[in-house]
């Protein structure tokens, strides 16, 4: 990338600056630098500073979301509140157990 970006301007000093930012992020984050750098590479992307921190923020985005996964819901419901309630009668899975002419 920063080969690109150095052979991209007509005066290699004007990007510099982009270069020296680029390099600024390896130290912080050099996974996601070099995730980004990739993709910017296999699509053939215009190298800049800006691009590659719009990708890095994608991935790291596409990390956080795949890291908080929702937790499964219960299948399993409490009626402890519902049986003690005066006149209420709930059956539980053993009452129906041996219906239908199998075994659940």
Same mark, same amino acid.
């Given at each position: 990338? /920063?080969?690109? /970006?150095?052979?991209?301007? *007509? /005066?290699?000093?004007q990007a510099?600056? #982009?270069?020296?930012?680029i $390099?600024s992020?390896l130290?912080? *984050?050099?996974t996601? $630098?070099?995730?980004?750098?990739?993709? $910017?590479l296999?699509?053939?992307?215009y190298?800049t500073?800006?691009s590659i *921190? !719009? /990708?890095m923020?994608?991935l790291?985005? #596409?990390?956080?979301?795949a890291?908080a996964?929702?937790? #499964?819901?219960?299948?399993? *419901?409490d $009626?402890?509140?519902?049986?003690d309630?005066?006149g209420v009668f709930?059956?539980?899975?053993q009452?129906? !157990?041996g219906?239908?002419?199998?075994?659940?």
């Open positions: 990338m /920063i080969t690109q /970006i150095l052979d991209r301007s *007509k /005066i290699e000093a510099f600056l #982009a270069c020296r930012n $390099l992020e130290g912080k *984050k050099k996601l $630098l070099e995730q980004a750098c990739q993709e $910017l296999n699509v053939n992307g190298p500073y800006t *921190k !719009r /990708i923020a994608t790291a985005l #596409a990390r956080e979301q890291a996964v929702p937790p #499964a819901p219960q299948n399993v *419901k $009626l402890s509140g519902v049986q309630l005066p709930v059956r539980d899975a009452l129906y !157990r219906f239908g002419g199998h075994d659940a």
